[in-house]
């Protein structure tokens, strides 16, 4: 089962500290070529989603160093090193080993 | 990246079929596969679908009996029919490109409500 389930659901976060999100899939996405197709995604309140992270730990073109992703199997996680006021919005995992399906997404906000 | 720009009617009635169309601007059509996505409050994001340049489609299987995803190569456009819908199609519906296993670029989203 390609069930992807995150948490925390809820993220308060102050400025200038480390943030970190778990995503955990039903079944391995590994695929058959070797790849693992797990990706992050970030949507900012009011704008459509943005890929952040691809295949686990590639971070998306012009995406600040402070996201990083990692993990392998069934177990990921999304890190923000250093929390800025821009980041916040909702964050999901998806998976695309076979089809696509999502989590449920985790919202940061600032405290 | 690409640009994606989508539209169609935003207010239905139940058991009428929804239509929405998306174009793409600054890319090629033979490069990926092209996937609707949609985002409610009770279900969040959940992928419909996708079509590749010759016209192959992938469903997601909840909902494969309603919908139907077509592409006109001539105009970079491709299209969503659901059929039959309910309070429950009410969502905000996205056009994606999907490359390589991702989704990558995303349209604007145009919300559909279904409400007699």
């Known amino acids: 089962d390609f069930l992807m389930s995150q948490s925390p659901l809820s993220l308060p976060v102050t400025l200038g500290q480390p943030a970190s999100i778990s995503c955990k899939s039903g079944?391995?996405?590994?695929?058959?070529?070797?790849?693992?197709?797990l990706h992050w995604l970030q949507q900012r309140p009011g704008q459509s989603p943005r890929r952040l992270i691809y295949r686990v730990s590639k971070r998306e073109s012009g995406v600040p160093d402070r996201f990083s992703g990692s993990g392998s199997g069934t177990n990921f996680t999304l890190k923000i090193s250093r929390v800025e006021a821009e980041d916040v919005g909702v964050y999901y995992c998806?998976?695309?080993?076979?089809?696509?399906?999502f989590g449920q997404g985790t919202k940061l906000e600032i405290k | 990246q690409v640009q994606l720009q989508q539209w169609g009617a935003g207010l239905l009635k139940p058991s009428e079929t929804l239509s929405l169309t998306c174009a793409l601007y600054g890319g090629s059509f033979g490069d990926y596969y092209w996937s609707w996505i949609r985002q409610s409050p009770g279900m969040g994001l959940e992928w419909i679908g996708e079509i590749d340049h010759s016209g192959t489609t992938n469903y997601n299987p909840s909902l494969r009996s309603r919908v139907t995803i077509s592409v006109d190569r001539s105009k970079n456009q491709f299209s969503l029919k659901v059929n039959s819908v309910t309070a429950a199609d009410t969502a905000v519906y996205f056009c994606a490109s999907s490359p390589n296993f991702a989704v990558d670029s995303w349209g604007q989203g145009t919300l559909v409500t279904v409400s007699s």
């Open positions: 079944q391995s996405l590994v695929y058959s070529d070797g790849h693992t197709y």
């Open positions: 998806m998976q695309g080993t076979r089809l696509y399906t």
